[in-house]
């Protein structure tokens, strides 16, 4: 009787290991974050600026113009290790501008203005921790 009660004990002891075992589950190891893709945004600011006139009958003139800038951004990034490389093209509409009246008599004004303008560049970036990105 010992014995049987012995062999029982042991085979419970071996089965409940095996319940353990199957009872681990391990978790999904996260993704580092990868800054390689394309991206679009919206910009919106103010512009300010000083414009310099030397006309030839030898007064300087300084206009101070500003106003409103907004408009879009889009680019491509490419990753390699730590380091983020990329290319950016934007474009802006824009409501700065400067006048002055009275310059060489009664009704006459000087206006300067900027529609829009854009630009593109490259960059270069460097990302020390996951999802900060220097450049």
């Given at each position: ?20 075992a199957d ?60 380091m983020v490389y ?50």
């Amino acid at each position: 009787m010992k014995s049987i009660l012995l062999a029982t004990t042991v085979l419970m002891g071996l089965s409940g290991g095996a319940y353990a075992a199957d009872a681990i589950v391990s978790e999904p190891i996260a993704a580092s974050f990868d800054w390689t893709g394309v991206y679009i945004g919206v910009n919106a600011g103010g512009g300010f600026g000083k414009f310099k006139y030397d006309p030839n009958f030898g007064t300087g003139l300084d206009l101070t113009a500003s106003g409103f800038l907004g408009g879009v951004q889009a680019g491509y990034n490419w990753q390699s290790g730590q380091m983020v490389y990329g290319v950016e093209a934007d474009f802006q509409g824009s409501a700065v501008k400067a006048s002055i009246s009275g310059i060489g008599g009664p009704g006459t004004a000087l206006e300067t203005k900027i529609d829009w303008f854009g630009t593109v560049r490259a960059r270069i970036g460097y990302t020390p921790v996951d999802r900060f990105l220097v450049y």
